[in-house]
């Protein structure tokens, strides 16, 4: 029973981390790429529509696109026996380096993004 045990464990951890991989890859390019790191602070705490990471009833459908068919595949490659050769590292590689490529190809790059310190808002210089 105690090795069922283990194997269940260390597929669990395959598939978490298969799917870290294309989480990670588009989270690369949106921040360093796409945003140039201009990270408007204020909005990543807000549900307000016109926040700049509402997207689409707050889902990024140019994520979603990307990280689906990278999620799938990087899970296959982790999990698959037969693919067993390539589950350790390099699943969670090919994922994001896939991830990462789809999103750069779908997402809006022509857009300006404008980045916006939240100093304001830290415990340091508030007043009370």
């Known amino acids: 029973m105690s090795g069922f045990r283990s194997l269940v464990i260390m597929q669990f951890l395959s598939g978490l981390g298969a799917m870290l991989g294309p989480l ?3 989270l690369m ?4 790429l796409i945003r140039k790191t201009r990270c408007h602070i204020p909005d990543l705490y807000t549900e307000d529509p016109r926040g700049t990471y509402y997207f689409k009833r707050g889902i990024n ?3 979603l696109l990307a990280f689906l068919p990278s999620a ?3 899970i296959i490659l ?3 026996p037969r693919f067993e050769d390539l589950a350790s590292f390099s699943s969670w590689l090919i994922g994001a380096g896939l991830a990462a490529l789809l999103y750069y190809l779908v997402s809006d ?3 300006i993004y404008i980045g916006q310190s939240a100093d304001y808002l ?4 508030a007043s009370y």
């Open 24 to 26: 990670y890859g588009i």
């Open 29 to 32: 390019v949106d921040y360093f």
């Open 61 to 63: 459908p140019g994520g």
């Open 72 to 74: 799938v595949l990087s």
């Open 78 to 80: 982790g999990l698959v």
């Open 109 to 111: 790059r022509k857009r």
């Open 122 to 125: 830290s415990v340091g210089q």
